[in-house]
């Protein structure tokens, strides 16, 4: 069956500390893949994509993602947290054929200052 | 703010009653999706409508249905409502059906007891 599997359920950071959430997915074929941040009482809000092209994606307020076919991945990278990245982050994935974005369970982060 | 504009905000309702949601989506978007997110989950895929015509279904019984105006606003009905259908519906738009990048809307916090 096609899944998302997001590891970290709940991350606590320091502020200036780095920060990788992990994502795996299991689809055949062609993939799109997002992150998706949800600030406190905020709507879902789009941090980066991947289509094609250069498997490193750089993505608003300083996100980054890395797709790795290989290891059918894409991860989420920042160098530094701010307080201000306290939010759950989906990863989403949606397949060439498919019209749905399959969503992670998501990952809470809480940025301590 | 994403042009994505879902009401009402708040919704309580009892067990067994119907219940209609609307979104209106992102002016220039012909494509509107529908979510279900419950407390401490990712959202999961519902339907999709392009052109008023629903061309995507994920795993809901009937009781949950929809329409597409001639806008592209949408509105999501539930009937026979059920305390597990307590969550957050969330809906997207995008600018065509299928793999695109979609914007959400702040959603409908439904409560059923």
């Known amino acids: 069956a096609q899944s998302v599997s997001q590891h970290n359920h709940h991350v606590i950071l320091s502020e200036a500390a780095s920060l990788e959430l992990g994502c795996n997915y299991s689809?055949?074929?062609?993939?799109?893949l997002f992150w998706y941040v949800q600030y406190p009482g905020q709507h879902l809000q789009l941090l980066l994509k991947y289509f094609s092209g250069d498997p490193l994606v750089k993505g608003i307020k300083g996100f980054e993602a890395e797709f790795i076919k290989s290891k059918f991945s894409f991860n989420l990278r920042k160098p530094s947290v701010q307080w201000s990245d306290t939010a759950e982050y989906f990863c989403a994935v949606n397949s060439n054929s498919g019209y749905a974005l399959n969503f992670g369970k998501g990952t809470s982060l809480l940025v301590t200052p | 703010e994403t042009g994505v504009t879902q009401s009402p905000t708040h919704l309580i309702k009892t067990r067994g009653q119907q219940v209609t949601l609307r979104c209106s989506s992102q002016?220039?978007?012909?494509?509107v999706s529908w979510y279900q997110q419950a407390l401490g989950q990712g959202p999961q895929f519902i339907f999709q409508y392009y052109r008023e015509e629903e061309n995507g279904r994920g795993n809901f019984p009937p009781r949950f249905s929809g329409l597409q105006f001639p806008n592209y606003s949408s509105e999501l009905n539930v009937n026979a409502l059920e305390l597990d259908d307590s969550a957050l519906y969330l809906c997207?738009?995008?600018?065509?059906?299928?793999?695109?990048?979609?914007?959400f809307g702040q959603g409908t916090r439904l409560t059923v007891v």
């Open positions: 689809y055949g074929g062609t993939v799109n």
């Open positions: 997207a738009s995008s600018a065509r059906q299928g793999n695109t990048e979609a914007f």
């Open positions: 002016s220039g978007h012909n494509t």
